[in-house]
Every structure is written in structure tokens, then in C-alpha cells.
């Protein structure tokens, strides 16, 4: 690499980190960015650089995508919950020999107040519900994301309100579910009131950690109502910043020393 050469970085997105990564690589001359996004959702947000959608067809397929279009950085940005694609992500970068961070905000913790049931998947969420035909049945916040509901067909007496970005499957839905459009930010005063509105005794939820979507767990704690939270999948070992902050502290570094090599 010399010393005018941009570098060039493949940012996989798909969370609030990526988002604010981009907008401040966007107008750095030094770094050459494309965003990978992987498509699940319909009308993603406009960002300032350029978009690539669509999976890479597996480790090989992104090692490939590396080598071919000279990746000299690759930041893992996805969902927390993205496992598949983090695993792969670390599997090329070891194949391409590519640097790789990941960027892994810190986990909710419950705190005084908080009634956690802490699962670690969907069918033990669904298990953590309790009741069966017959029992009184629970009226349910899911906010598990679109692809995940299909476990909660196994418990169908209760009244789920489904909350997503885009709408759900139909084949996926338990039979008693309202689907219910959001993105965050929330608030609390909002989560609150919206909580109350639809006579909501319970939430599950997975632990994306984060500020956008943490307001339900501050109403689920003054309202006192349980939360079923699922626990975040287990990733392999990689280098790892906390932010977005963190993660152009680490480009930067890696930058200087490619132009020095």
C-alpha cells in the first residue's frame, strides 16, 4: 500500500454502531468503505456510502469478496444476535489474512428493581411463558425480531403483540398476534404508555444491549412486569471495541501502520 492509497474497509452493518461508522467515514479521504448489509431489512435506511446487500455465499465467498476487491480492514458491525455471520467473518479474515474487529456493545444487566427470567433461546423463552390450554393466558411484548417467532407457535393460548420494522411472516405467527410497526429510539414515558394500552404482563426480548431499544426494560421495571430476556449467542475470539468510537480509534492505527508498511 502507498502512501496515497486509501484504505480500503468492508464494514458489515446491520446495527446503530455501523450506521454511525459510516457517517463518519463517509468524509474521511483515508478510508475507502463499503457497507454490507445483509438484506433482511425491506427499506433500509439511506447511507453515505456505498451499499453492498446480500450474502457472500458462506466463509469461502467472503474470503473471496476480500481478496478480490483488496480489503485491507474488515469491521464486524452486525446485530449482536447475528451469530452465522460473525462466525463466518472471523473464519475469512483468517483466510484472506484481512485485520478484523468486531464491535460488541456491552450486554443489559438487570438492576434493583428488574425481574429477568435469563433464557438462552427461543424455545425456552417460549417454556419461560408458563400456561397451557385451559390456564389463565398471559398478553405478551415480543421484541425478537421477525425470524423468530415461529417458537411461540408452540405455546398459542397466549396473546402476543408483535413488535418489528417490517411485518412478519404470516406463516410464522402464533394465532393471537397483533403485529405492531417500530424502530427505536423509544422512550420510557412511551414504552409506558404502551405497555398499559395493550395490557401487556410479560416481555421477551433479546439482550441487544444498546440504547435504542432499552426504554422497555426501564417501563417493564416500573411497571413491575417480568422479562423473559435471551441470552446472547457465543461468538469466537476476535479483537473487539465496545462503540463506533472505539472501533475508528482501531482504523486509524491499523491505517498508520499499512501506510508505514
Not at 460488541?104 to 390450554?133: F, H, I, K, Q, Y
Not at 421484541?143 to 413488535?163: D, M, N, S
Request: charged content about 20%.
Amino acid at each position: 500500500m502507498d502512501d496515497l492509497s486509501p484504505t480500503r474497509i468492508l464494514l458489515l452493518g446491520g446495527s446503530t454502531e455501523a450506521s454511525a461508522l459510516a457517517i463518519v467515514l463517509a468524509g474521511d479521504e483515508r478510508f475507502d468503505t463499503v457497507l454490507s448489509l445483509a438484506g433482511a431489512t425491506r427499506s433500509p435506511r439511506p447511507q453515505p456510502v456505498p451499499v453492498r446487500r446480500g450474502g457472500f455465499g458462506g466463509v469461502a465467498g467472503l474470503a473471496a469478496f476480500l481478496r478480490a476487491e483488496a480489503v485491507d480492514l474488515l469491521i464486524d458491525a452486525t446485530h449482536p444476535f447475528a451469530a452465522q455471520m460473525s462466525r463466518h467473518a472471523v473464519e475469512a479474515a483468517a483466510l484472506a489474512c484481512v485485520p478484523l474487529l468486531r464491535i460488541e456493545r456491552p450486554a443489559w444487566m438487570p438492576g434493583e428493581g428488574d425481574r429477568w427470567t435469563p433464557v438462552p433461546d427461543m424455545d425456552s423463552a417460549t417454556r419461560a411463558l408458563g400456561g397451557a390450554w385451559g390456564e389463565a393466558p398471559r398478553r405478551v411484548l415480543l421484541t425478537v425480531g421477525q425470524k423468530e417467532l415461529a417458537p411461540f407457535r408452540a405455546a398459542p393460548w397466549h396473546h402476543y403483540l408483535i413488535r418489528s420494522i417490517d411485518p412478519p411472516d404470516p406463516a410464522s405467527l402464533p394465532p393471537r398476534a397483533t403485529f405492531l410497526p417500530g424502530a427505536g429510539p423509544f422512550t420510557v414515558e412511551a414504552e409506558r404508555r404502551l405497555l398499559r394500552e395493550h395490557g401487556i404482563e410479560a416481555i421477551v426480548t433479546k439482550n441487544s444491549g444498546g440504547l435504542a431499544t432499552a426504554a422497555k426494560l426501564g417501563a417493564a421495571r416500573d411497571l413491575g412486569l417480568p422479562v423473559v430476556m435471551v441470552s446472547r449467542p457465543p461468538l469466537p475470539p476476535a479483537e473487539t471495541a465496545t462503540d463506533s468510537d472505539g472501533a475508528l480509534r482501531w482504523l486509524l492505527a491499523r491505517h498508520e501502520a499499512l501506510r508505514g508498511a
